[in-house]
């Protein structure tokens, strides 16, 4: 029922920056938690940041930053100083609560692919 709708993925050159949205069309979404994770090829979805419904943000790698624009049901994340392993399908997730474990999601985009070149 809820659909999320990932963009700005694209090719960028080592030490390059992205800013990808994902656009939500979940009723009340202020209430629910939002997440990013990547995948690469052959390994498991990577948890990337997290973003609550008050806007607070947590992401282990500081080189990401997640934010939220509650009046637009939009979140984003900022990637700067990208690298080569940075390379992998974008995802973006809604749950009830903040957490760093895919399967804590409930609902999930179609994913962006970001490349980065050497």
């Known amino acids: 029922q809820v659909q999320l709708v990932e963009s700005g993925g694209g090719l960028v050159q080592a030490g390059g920056s992205l800013r990808l949205s994902c656009a939500a069309s979940?009723?009340?979404?202020?209430?629910?938690?939002m997440a990013w994770f990547r995948q690469a090829p052959g390994k498991e979805r990577e948890f990337v940041a997290a973003?609550?419904?008050?806007g607070g943000t947590y992401s282990p790698d500081s080189r990401f930053t997640g934010s939220r624009d509650n009046a637009k049901n939009t979140v984003y994340l900022q990637m700067n100083s990208l690298r080569p392993e940075d390379t992998a399908v974008y995802y973006c997730?809604?749950?009830?609560?903040?957490?760093?474990?895919?399967?804590?999601?409930?609902?999930w985009g179609q994913g962006t692919q970001v490349t980065v070149s050497s």
């Open positions: 979940a009723r009340a979404f202020s209430n629910y938690a």
């Open positions: 997730a809604l749950g009830p609560v903040v957490a760093t474990h895919a399967n804590q999601y409930t609902s």
């Open positions: 973003i609550s419904p008050t």
